[in-house]
């Protein structure tokens, strides 16, 4: 299984980054859902290897076909590719409709 980092906060559904451990766009939204205060949890893929590394870019594809970072899934079924904050917050408060 594997390991998904945790950032605590207010809890709005299932909100995966996948990231690189040295993007600084996936550093920003990081960042961003913190000062939110939004829980989420992040995959700094560029520190998995092997198997794990294979296995992650292949779910990242099939949100994300370019495999671009950062790429953040919500609740399993929306994507949203890069820095796009307004996108996420959107999306979030549709899912809480």
Not at 6 to 26: F, K, M, N, Q
Not at 34 to 39: D, Q, S, W
Not at 59 to 73: D, L, Y
Request: contains cysteine; hydrophobic residues 35%.
């Amino acid at each position: 299984m594997i390991e998904r980092k945790h950032v605590e906060g207010e809890d709005r559904g299932d909100i995966l980054i996948y990231a690189l451990s040295t993007c600084g766009w996936c550093r920003k939204t990081k960042n961003h859902l913190k000062e939110l205060g939004i829980a989420f949890d992040y995959i700094d893929v560029d520190l998995l290897q092997g198997e794990e590394s294979e296995e992650v870019m292949n779910t990242v594809r099939r949100f994300n076909e370019k495999g671009s970072f950062p790429t953040i899934v919500i609740n399993g079924k929306h994507c949203v590719v890069g820095y796009d904050i307004d996108k996420v917050r959107e999306i979030l408060e549709n899912e809480s409709k």
